[in-house]
């Protein structure tokens, strides 16, 4: 139904913003001229469209009242038709409501105004402690927004409410309603494909479905092996050159006297350090000892385990298997051809993102150099009864202890994950019930061993790892080799994960390194690092669990006179660490080194700023410099590099830094 002949303008905004709980787009560049309620008829609702086609929803309880003030407004807007026609429509979605959950509103609220760095905890946290209870919160790490996903409209609006006029980190808070049905979804998912399709089309390249998953997975595959190495370096150079012009920006701003001269040395690639050449990997085809497989329907509609032709945001869930795709081992390649001939026989259907239905998600291979296997199934245990999922559980057991014995393979672990969330990976919250052998597998590198769990990270290049670790090692050792060994530093290894860096270097240097503290975020990888670190007898290490940024603490045990210097390694997830890490890092007296191991040189930029800047109120402590950097390809095929930099700072001028336990005390209250 239409409503014609008045304008946003005239008054309709005003009766609108009564309901505290709607919220109008006013476009500025058009003037929003009409008004058209329908309904998605799948749930009583119904949205205003306004000339552009932006849509704003409403439940159905704000729809009446609109709906009744719109009667009042006759006098304003003329409907096409009359305004009862819409009341018993809206009555008429109601009862579709309750027979149909197809089109299930999610009660959303959208908050803004928050920092990009607010993680999902903090806005969990955050609404926790407003007495908003237990929230679901989304929120990407580049987004200065997040939802807030409640359970019914009331829930919604009391939410909101609590919500009204709160600040955090010194900003005020704002939220508005922000529902979405799964009809929504849809149409967008509909959109980004008709999108990708056209683009596909206008760029009059036809490539094979095999071309375009090899692009998808392994973009660089059609390029030799050395030519991907100069991409992947000069893709280095870039990020480092960004990083050095900024920071002369930065210097060129501050008035303090700190010593910026490196920013004026000459080295190779107009760089003020020394850039190395690439560490290449020692194997170039199947190097993964994990892979994620999905399961879903190939372009024919038949169920396939593989890999997403392309990405889900882009309108793309197709999936393809993974023969061709050079960077997965035979073993890998093997167990899903296993799991394709199960789920073809299996009467549960694939489970297919875009509708929500269906049961078998996920195969994730762990396939590792010295002959352990991991498989964990992920299902979605929609529809299943618990008898159901028991005789499911067993039949996968004895499909694929038959298939390791025919096979000749050492299927030391098999893990079944029940999830039902929206994420399209290994959940790590939701629990792995071993239904085979251990729940964990074991790895070989460096003469050490290490146990790995089902949550826990592990670099998936275990050859090309060897090399990244073996470079920080002689890093540390051209250090410290010459000095006494009363003069060994500890080494603070953040993000440990199942303790890799400290152990290696730990058993690989002896007495050059006095000890380990390693802080890592996941339990399970902590509890590895623990029984890593004993099973390769390292006796000095110390682990914490939690996310470092939390646990600054533990740098600031190392102010004290008596303990001596440290070395610190930072290996963090691809976005990098939190500022108040880099500035726990900066106020450390104990650390003149720190070796930054990055996957993704153009995320950390701003990091390797934050640790070289001048010193201000905003970054107090002795900024570093660059020494000297390398990347190790862990990747090959794909775009991915390993970036290690090395930074120092002079102790002399350490020595000199103000108080830091209180800097940190602060940090770790945030
Ligand atoms: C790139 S991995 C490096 C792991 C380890 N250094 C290695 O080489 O195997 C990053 C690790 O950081 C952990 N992590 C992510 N965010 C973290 C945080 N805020 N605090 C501590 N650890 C974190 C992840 O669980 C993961 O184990």
């Known amino acids: 139904m239409k409503f014609s002949g008045f304008s946003f303008r005239q008054g309709i905004l005003d009766i609108l913003r009564d309901f505290h709980n709607i919220r109008i787009y006013r476009n500025t ?39 009744s003030s719109l009667k009042t407004m006759e006098n304003v807007a003329k409907p096409v038709e009359d305004a009862a026609i819409a009341t018993e429509c809206v009555a008429e979605g109601v009862k579709m409501e309750t027979t149909n959950h197809e089109g299930q509103t999610q009660y959303r609220l959208r908050i803004k105004n928050i920092p990009k760095f607010a993680s999902i905890k903090m806005m969990r946290d955050l609404l926790a402690n407003n007495e908003c209870g237990q929230v679901k919160i989304q929120k990407s790490p580049k987004w200065d927004y997040c939802f807030a996903i ?34 929504d979804r849809q149409a967008l998912f509909d959109r980004r494909k008709n999108k990708k399709e056209q683009k596909i089309e206008q760029s009059g390249v036809q490539k094979s479905p095999e071309e375009m998953l090899a692009d998808q997975v392994t973009p660089l595959h059609t390029y030799e ?40 040395e000459e080295c190779d690639f107009n760089l003020p350090f020394d850039l190395k050449p690439m560490i290449h990997s020692p194997i170039l085809e199947g190097y993964r000892n994990k892979c994620e497989f999905t399961v879903g329907l190939n372009l024919k ?44 026989q299996s009467s549960y259907d694939v489970y297919d993102r875009r509708t929500k239905q269906g049961n078998w998600r996920l195969l994730t291979v762990r396939s590792q150099k010295c002959g352990d296997i991991m498989i964990i199934v992920q299902m979605h245990p929609q529809g299943l009864s ?28 098999l893990l079944v994950q029940m999830y039902d969330g929206l994420s399209n990976g290994i959940s790590y919250k939701d629990p792995f019930d071993c239904i ?14 290490f ?60 007495a050059t390194i006095k000890g380990v503290v390693g802080i890592e975020l996941c339990e399970e990888a902590i509890e590895d690092a623990k029984i890593n670190a004993s099973l390769n007898g390292i006796n000095n290490a110390k682990y914490i669990l939690g996310p470092v940024e939390k ?96 930074f120092h700072r002079n102790r002399s001028e350490l020595t000199n830094l103000p108080s830091t336990s209180s800097i940190l005390q602060n940090n770790e209250t945030e």
């Open 301 to 344: 509609g038949e169920k396939t385990v593989g890999f997403l032709l392309g990405a889900y945001k882009d309108g793309l869930n197709t999936v393809l298997g993974p023969h061709d795709s050079i960077h997965v081992s035979d073993v890998a390649k093997k167990i899903v051809e296993a799991m394709q001939s199960y789920i073809e």
């Open 551 to 646: 646990n600054l603490s533990a740098l600031n045990e190392f102010n004290h006179s008596t303990s001596g210097t440290a070395i610190a390694i930072v290996d963090p997830p691809r976005a990098g660490i939190h500022k108040n890490v880099v500035n726990a890092l900066r106020t450390c007296q104990a650390i003149e080194h720190l070796i930054y191991i990055s996957c993704d040189h153009n995320a950390v930029v701003q990091n390797f700023m934050n640790i070289c800047r001048p010193t201000s109120n905003a970054f107090p402590g002795i900024p570093f410099k660059p020494v000297k950097a390398i990347g190790v390809d862990l990747f090959p095929h794909a775009k991915h590099v390993e970036l290690i930099i090395e």
């Open 451 to 510: 146990r790995i769990s089902p949550a826990a990270f592990f670099q998936t290049n275990t050859l090309a790892a060897e090399l990244l670790y073996q470079k920080c090692g002689d890093i540390i050792k051209e250090l410290y080799e010459s000095k006494d060994t009363s003069e060994s530093p500890t080494l603070i290894d953040m993000c440990c994960g199942t303790g890799t860096i400290g152990i290696v270097l730990s058993k690989n240097l002896g």
């Open 386 to 413: 618990k008898e159901q999922i028991i005789q499911e559980k067993a039949n996968l057991l004895e499909y694929f202890k038959s298939f390791a014995h025919e096979k000749n393979f050492n299927l030391t672990s």
């Open 436 to 449: 085979h052998g251990t729940p964990f597998v074991y790895e070989e590198m460096m003469d050490c061993r």
């Open 225 to 264: 092996y050395q030519a991907q190495l100069e991409l992947k370096q000069n893709g280095i150079i870039k990020s480092l050159r960004t990083f050095c012009d900024k920071m002369k920006e930065s210097y060129n701003d501050n008035k303090s006297n700190y010593n910026s001269s490196w920013l004026k």
């Open 29 to 67: 560049k058009r003037s929003l001229s009409s008004i058209d309620p329908y309904f998605t008829n799948k749930i009583g609702q119904i949205r205003f469209c306004n000339s552009i086609k932006r849509q704003e929803r409403f439940s159905f309880a704000s729809s009446i009242r609109i709906l």
């Open 150 to 183: 409640l359970k019914t409209e009331e829930q919604q609006l009391d939410v909101m409410n609590k919500l009204k006029g709160i600040e955090f980190k010194n900003k005020k808070l704002s939220v508005h309603i922000d529902n979405v049905t799964e009809r």
